[in-house]
C-alpha cells in the first residue's frame, strides 16, 4: 500500500480531476438515494389516496433526481479518465527517465521483456483501478453507510437483517483477496516471460529463418503463452467466485425481508411503499459490497503491479555526479592503477585483476587477446560505463568518479561491439555525435568512416531511410556508420570496439589511415586482426583479465609467444601452411 501511495504522488496537475471526479461521485450517490424515499411516498401517500397529482409530482421529482444522476456521472467518467491515464503517462514517463539514468550494473538486474511489462501492462492495471474503481470507491462507502442509516430509520426491525448478512460478505472478501492476492504477482511474472519471448523472437526473426527454427520458436511461444492462459484461468476463476458468493447472500437477505415485511405488512406494523423503499436500499448496500469488493481486487492487482513499478522507481543508481563534479577533461591521457573488476559483488573471479596501464594524450594503442579476455570490460571502465572494483581509472589525470558523467562520456566517443542504428535517416542517427552538425561536417565525417561509398548511391543520402535498427544497410556498412556518428563527437578519447571486423582489409586500412590525421586524440582500438593494431604506439595482450604483455609490434613479435602465434597464424597461415 506504501507504494501505491507512493505512486500517487505521480498525479501532479491531475490531482485537480480526480477531486473533481470524486466529488461527482458523491453528487451522483446523493441523487440516487433521494429516489427510494420519493418512491415509498409515491406509493403510500399517491397511490394509496388516489392522488394524481402528487404522484405526478413525486414521478417528476425522481426523474429530475435520475437525470442529475445521469449528468453527474457522465462528467465523473470525463474527470476519472482525465485523471487516470494522465497519471498513468507521468508514471511511464518516470519509469523511462529512471532507466535513462541507470547504469549498465543496474540494466543487468532487470530484463528488457520485465521493463516493457512494467511499463504497459503494469501501468494500464493502475489505471483501470483509477478509471474503473475509482467510482466505487468513493460511492460504495457513502452508499453502504448512507443506505443502512436510512434502512433503520425507515425501519430498525428489518434492518437488522444487515448486521447478519455483512460479517458473511466480509468472511467471503476476505478468503478471495488473500487467495488471489499472490496470484496477480505470478501472472505478471508470466507476462515478463511471453514479452521476452516476443522480443527475443522478432528481434532474432533473421537468424531463426536462416537456421529454420520457426517451428522452434512458436513453440517456444506456444509454451508460455499457455502457461499464461493457464495463469489467468486459475487467478480470475478465483477472484470471479466473489460474485456469486455475494448474489446469493444478497438474494437470501431480499427472501428473507419479504417473508418478514410481508408478515408486518399483514400485520399492518409496515406500509406496501416503504418496504418497496426499503427493498431498493437493500439492493444499494448489497450492490455497494459486491463493487467494495471489487474495488478490493482491482486494489489488489494493483498493488502487485505498483511493487514492480517501484523497483524500477527505487533501483538505486550505482553511478553518479558527484558533488563539485568536474566540468572540463583536460586531455585524452588514460592511466589504471591496480584496477580490477567483476560484474557482481558475490562473483568469485574478477573480470580484470590488477590492472596497471599508463597511456598518454594522442597515443594510439591496439588491445588484442582471445574470446572472454575482458578487452570490452577495460574500455567500459573508461567512459565510466562501469565503476572499478578495486583501484582507480583516470582520464586526463583525475579520477573518472570525479568527473560530472555528462562531460566525461562526451569526451570519449566510443564505437561499441554490437552495432545500435536507431529507426530514422541517416542524418537523424548520425547527429547523435553532434546535434548542432551541418551536412558538410557530417560528410567530413563519413569521408573518415568511408561511408560516403555508399552513402552517395543510397537514394536520398543523408535522408535515407534505415529501417528499424538499421536493417536497410548491411553489417559493414553500419560499422562504418557508427564510426562516423562517434567522430562527429569530436572527443579527446575514441574507442573502437572491434568495430571494423565487418569491413574488408582494404576499407579497414583507408579508415586507419583517416584516423592518423586525428591528433589530440587517444585512440584505443580492440581488435582480432593483427593488421588491425600493427601500426599502433602501443599493443596490449590481454589473457584472463590480465595484461600479459604490453609493447610494439616488433618488441611483441620478438619477445611475447602469444602474439607470436597470432601473427604467424594471421599473416603466415601457421605450421600447417609452411
Known amino acids: 500500500m506504501k507504494e501505491l501511495k507512493r505512486l500517487l504522488s505521480y498525479l501532479g496537475p491531475y490531482r485537480r480531476d480526480l477531486f473533481i471526479g470524486s466529488l461527482l461521485v458523491l453528487v451522483e450517490t446523493a441523487f440516487e438515494l433521494v429516489i427510494p424515499v420519493l418512491m415509498a411516498d409515491l406509493i403510500d401517500v399517491g397511490v394509496e389516496n388516489r392522488d394524481l397529482h402528487f404522484i405526478m409530482v413525486k414521478g417528476v421529482q425522481m426523474g429530475v433526481c ?14 476519472a479518465a482525465r485523471a487516470a491515464y494522465g497519471w498513468g503517462a507521468r508514471v511511464r514517463e518516470a519509469q523511462y527517465e529512471k532507466v535513462q539514468d541507470y547504469a549498465f550494473s543496474n540494466l543487468d538486474k532487470f530484463e528488457t521483456g520485465s521493463l516493457v511489462t ?14 474503473g474503481g475509482l467510482r466505487p470507491l468513493v460511492r460504495s462507502p457513502v452508499m453502504l453507510v448512507m443506505g443502512m442509516g436510512l434502512a433503520f430509520w425507515m425501519n430498525a426491525r428489518l434492518a437488522l437483517i444487515f448486521l447478519v448478512c455483512a460479517p458473511v460478505l466480509g468472511f467471503i472478501l476476505f478468503l478471495v483477496v488473500r487467495t488471489v492476492a499472490p496470484m496477480f504477482a505470478k501472472l505478471q511474472k508470466v507476462m515478463d516471460r511471453l514479452n521476452n519471448v516476443v522480443q527475443e523472437g522478432l528481434t532474432a526473426i533473421r537468424a531463426v529463418k536462416a537456421f529454420v527454427r520457426g517451428e522452434y520458436e512458436e513453440e517456444k511461444f506456444e509454451q508460455v503463452n499457455r502457461e499464461l492462459m493457464d495463469t489467468s484461468r486459475r487467478t480470475f476463476r478465483l477472484a470471479v467466485l466473489n460474485l456469486p458468493a455475494f448474489q446469493c447472500t444478497m438474494y437470501t437477505a431480499i ?11 399483514l400485520t399492518g406494523s409496515l ?25 478490493f481486487l482491482l486494489l489488489t492487482r494493483s498493488l502487485a503491479s505498483a511493487h514492480r ?40 573471479e574478477y573480470a580484470l585483476s590488477g590492472v596497471d596501464l599508463h597511456i598518454k594524450a594522442g597515443m594510439t594503442v591496439g588491445i588484442l587477446g582471445g574470446t572472454g579476455s575482458a578487452k570490452t570490460t577495460l574500455v567500459q571502465l573508461i567512459p565510466r560505463l562501469y565503476d572499478a572494483t578495486e583501484g582507480v581509472v583516470k582520464v586526463g589525470g583525475h579520477d573518472v568518479k570525479e568527473y560530472d558523467l555528462t562531460v566525461l562520456r562526451d569526451a570519449v566517443g566510443i564505437v561499441l561491439q554490437k552495432n545500435v542504428l536507431f529507426s530514422g535517416t541517416v542524418r537523424d542517427n548520425l547527429k547523435w555525435g553532434n546535434p548542432e552538425a551541418d551536412d558538410e561536417t557530417i560528410w567530413a565525417a ?18 535515407a531511410d534505415l529501417g528499424q535498427g538499421g536493417v536497410n544497410v548491411s553489417g559493414g556498412q553500419k560499422q562504418r556508420l557508427c564510426i562516423a556518428r562517434a567522430l562527429l563527437k569530436k572527443p579527446k578519447i575514441l574507442i573502437f570496439d572491434d568495430s571494423t571486423s565487418a569491413v574488408d582489409t582494404a576499407t579497414e586500412g583507408q579508415i586507419r589511415s583517416a584516423l592518423k590525421d586525428l591528433t589530440g586524440v587517444t585512440k584505443l582500438i580492440i581488435a582480432q586482426r593483427v593488421t588491425s593494431v600493427m601500426y599502433t604506439d602501443l599493443i596490449l595482450i590481454l589473457e584472463d583479465g590480465k595484461v600479459h604483455a604490453a609493447g610494439t609490434h616488433q618488441e611483441l613479435l620478438e619477445t611475447d609467444p602469444i602474439y607470436q602465434e597470432i601473427y604467424a597464424s594471421q599473416m603466415k597461415g601457421g605450421e600447417e601452411d609452411g
Open 118 to 131: 512494467r511499463m504497459t501492462t503494469d501501468v494500464t492495471v493502475l489505471q483501470n483501478a483509477v478509471n
Open 446 to 463: 563519413c569521408r573518415a568512416a568511408r561511408a560516403d561509398e555508399f552513402l552517395e548511391r543510397m537514394p536520398g543520402g543523408l535522408d
Open 271 to 295: 406500509k406496501v411503499g416503504e418496504l418497496t423503499g426499503f427493498l431498493s436500499y437493500v439492493l444499494q448496500v448489497m450492490n455497494s459490497f459486491m463493487l467494495i469488493a471489487n474495488v
Open 309 to 348: 513499478i517501484a523497483q524500477v522507481l527505487d533501483e538505486e543508481v550505482t553511478l553518479a555526479s558527484p558533488v563539485g563534479a568536474l566540468t572540463q577533461v583536460p586531455d585524452g591521457s588514460v592511466d589504471f592503477e591496480g584496477v580490477s573488476f567483476k560484474y557482481h559483488a558475490d562473483a568469485r
Open 66 to 79: 435520475a437525470l442529475l444522476a445521469l449528468v453527474t456521472g457522465l462528467m465523473y467518467a470525463k474527470y
Open 255 to 265: 427472501v428473507l425481508l419479504l417473508w418478514f415485511g410481508g408478515n408486518m405488512i
